[in-house]
């Protein structure tokens, strides 16, 4: 250092880098809280929920620390972890709850959904990878419920919820 100005200007430098990562933690702790106990934003990146969802939708979904689990129901849309590859995540239909009996289709025979875990389908069947292919989702993989479709906007129609 070749003056105490440099030594002054340094100092102020590393005085607002420190405020700035203040700033960054504390807005990170307020998005984690608010998308894990408030609402979450999701947009869909597949087609195998049309023709109620586009791929390219941005959504709202209740989070799992709001969510009750033992209060889903069938015909409710979720989005959970894909049991296949864990990083990625499916939105899907629940068609059936634990002890419901699933009826098969040209894949085999009927199943029984287990306990603790949800028999969850596309509503594109064609397209869609679900329950017909890996089996039951358990509970734990379910990553929230959508709520309704905020993007884009009809603005000639409400806001399209997809819960009752």
């Known amino acids: 250092f070749t003056s105490l100005r ?5 100092m102020d430098n590393v005085r607002k ?12 702790c307020v998005y984690k809280t608010f998308t894990q106990h408030c609402y979450d934003f999701w947009i ?6 049309e023709p109620t969802l586009y791929d390219g939708q941005l959504v709202v979904s209740c989070p799992p620390g709001r969510l009750d689990l033992e209060q889903l129901k069938r015909g409710d849309v979720v989005l959970a972890k894909n049991p296949t590859c864990p990083r990625e995540y ?7 709850l634990q002890g419901d009996r699933v009826p098969g289709d040209y894949r085999g025979p009927e199943m029984f959904v287990p306990a603790g875990q949800v028999w969850l389908e596309g509503d594109n069947r064609a397209v869609s990878r679900d329950s017909n292919t890996y089996g039951a989702v358990p509970l734990g993989l379910i990553q929230g419920k959508l709520i309704c479709v ?3 906007m009809d603005l000639n129609q409400k806001l399209h919820c997809l819960h009752q």
């Open 6 to 10: 440099e030594i002054f200007t340094l």
């Open 17 to 28: 880098f420190v405020r700035l990562g203040k700033r960054l933690v504390l807005a990170g």
């Open 44 to 49: 869909i990146n597949e087609n195998s929920m």
């Open 90 to 96: 499916v939105c899907k239909r629940i068609v059936g």
């Open 150 to 152: 905020v993007w884009p």
